[in-house]
């Protein structure tokens, strides 16, 4: 891309779990909990290295915050560029 102009394109596939709004902490907590020990999980590491995805298993905090960026990126370049859904 940076050969075609684009110095500042960045693009990359993240995934994370979600749960309803008001959902208690406790339960967010363990869900968290109970995710990373997954992610943790020797198997579960394995393939996803060899996947060659990196698993971050940020707290519900930063995730949040991520999530929250990501919109409003996306939104700007749906805006910027006309993008639509048909």
Same mark, same amino acid.
């Given at each position: 891309?940076?050969?075609? @102009? ?6 990359? %596939?993240?995934?994370?779990? #979600?749960?309803?709004? @008001?959902?208690?902490?406790? /339960?967010?907590?363990? #869900?968290? *909990?109970? +995710?990373?020990?997954? #992610? *943790?999980?020797?198997? %579960?590491?394995? +393939?996803? =290295? ?5 698993? %971050? @298993? ?6 949040? *915050? +991520? +999530?929250?960026?990501?919109?409003? *990126?996306?939104?700007?370049? /749906?805006?910027?560029? @006309?993008?639509? %859904? =048909?």
């Amino acid at each position: 891309m940076m050969e075609q @102009g684009m110095k500042d394109y960045e693009l990359y %596939v993240w995934m994370g779990m #979600l749960a309803p709004k @008001g959902t208690p902490a406790p /339960i967010i907590e363990r #869900l968290h *909990r109970e +995710f990373v020990t997954a #992610l *943790r999980a020797p198997a %579960v590491k394995t +393939f996803m =290295d060899t996947a060659a995805i990196e698993a %971050v @298993g940020s707290t519900p905090a930063e995730f949040g *915050r +991520f +999530f929250r960026e990501e919109k409003v *990126r996306w939104a700007k370049v /749906i805006k910027d560029t @006309g993008a639509r %859904v =048909d």
